[in-house]
């Protein structure tokens, strides 16, 4: 029996080499990863607080523009992404509302920080006039003395964004998005597709980088 | 044949069929308290008309988010959120009852397919899983106020998998 040991010793060079290149390749390709990652639990968040606050308004309305809870185009928050190699950063902010309540002439700007603050207002009349809204049973106030408002947007609205930002990152996350995620990179089939008889250390750099690419999204 | 019989059904819609199928089995009662109505609405509660709630436990769904796990595009997994509104109490036991029928993964998917086998609505679960991710309390910081509100909601999410099916 004869054993061809300078092809074995290409082969294993070859492979060595291939493996070499998919290591160094998940190094080089971290941040890729998890920019990918920061925009798929982006639109992630997104889809879960519109969600939430089609089931449950009443602890979301402020954080969106009148008469447009749970839509997208009526959000008054963003949250934006800060993604490094081995972390990913989110932070929440609001917008200023640019419509009109439908018992008011002027927008309300702040209104989706002042009613999470749970910030009490307090709404003074306009010079020699009177202000005049519905009141609780439906019937027309007019008061010429300033108005205190203590919890605007009632009382589940204070808080009640940062509540479903908890809730996202701590009973959602995990089991709704990464537990799938994780099962799937535990199978790193993109490292035994590249394993054949062309393998070099640049191709298993490319592995590597298909391996890290998530094909699948949010919609 | 109108475009509502060839199109695929929302996962929802056998999803619930089924959870009240099994509700009914366990508590006869308790279905026979709801008139022959199926407590689970399309988001808002303005869907349930005049059903005769009483203080009954009620829910509220709504589609999520579509995810596409990979790109076999055949193998589709979507998320509804459902919105339990019960009393403290119920909270509990319906909760517990969801998890109980549905979070059974390849065994409650075959269990739905089976149910509505006769439906015809062109849907083929692979697997269900079901969580809770709030509770009033957690989502809010405080209990709700009871003196207005005699409620409790608290949010589950349905993950499933499946593949679309010719209607015939």
């Known amino acids: ?219 | 044949m109108a475009l509502k019989d060839i199109v695929p059904i929302v996962p929802a819609v056998p999803i619930n069929r089924y959870l009240w199928s099994v509700i009914a089995e366990l508590d006869a009662d308790l279905v026979l308290g709801y008139n022959g109505i199926m407590p689970f609405y399309p988001l808002g509660e303005s869907a349930a008309g005049d059903a005769p709630w009483d203080g009954k436990p009620s829910v509220v769904y709504d589609r999520m988010m579509v995810i596409n796990p990979s790109p076999f595009y055949p193998v589709k997994k979507e998320q509804i959120q459902y919105a339990l509104k019960a009393t403290p109490s119920d909270s509990l036991i319906w909760g517990s009852a969801i998890q109980y029928i549905l979070d059974r993964g390849d065994a409650a998917a075959q269990d739905v397919n089976a149910y509505n086998a006769s439906m015809n609505y062109g849907l083929f679960f692979h697997t269900l899983r079901v969580f809770q991710t709030s509770t009033q309390i957690s989502s809010s910081g405080v209990q709700r106020d009871y003196s207005i509100n005699q409620f409790y909601i608290s949010k589950f999410v349905i993950d499933c998998e499946y593949h679309n099916n010719d209607r015939v």
């Open chain 1, 1 to 219: 029996m004869k054993y061809n040991t300078i092809d074995y010793d290409k082969t294993m060079r070859s492979a060595l080499s291939y493996s070499d290149g998919f290591l160094k390749g998940i190094e080089q390709n971290q941040t890729y990863f998890n920019l990918q990652l920061a925009e798929i639990i982006k639109q992630a968040f997104y889809k879960y607080v519109d969600s939430v606050a089609r089931l449950d308004p009443d602890s979301l309305q402020h954080v969106y523009e009148w008469g447009q809870v749970g839509i997208g185009g009526g959000r008054l928050f963003e949250i934006e992404a800060f993604t490094g190699r081995q972390s990913i950063r989110f932070v929440t902010e609001f917008q200023q509302s640019t419509s009109v309540s439908p018992t008011s002439t002027e927008p309300f700007y702040d209104k989706a920080s002042v009613m999470e603050a749970g910030t009490m207002v307090t709404i003074s009349p306009p010079a020699g006039g009177v202000l005049a809204f519905e009141g609780a049973d439906g019937e027309m106030v007019f008061s010429s003395s300033d108005i205190q408002i203590d919890e605007p947007g009632g009382p589940e609205a204070k808080g009640g964004f940062a509540a479903v930002v908890r809730d996202f990152f701590y009973n959602y996350l995990e089991r709704g998005l990464l537990n799938q995620l994780i099962k799937e990179l535990e199978t790193p089939i993109e490292f035994t597709q590249g394993w054949n008889k062309g393998m070099t250390y640049s191709t298993g750099q490319r592995s590597a980088r298909r391996y890290l690419t998530i094909d699948g999204g949010v919609g």
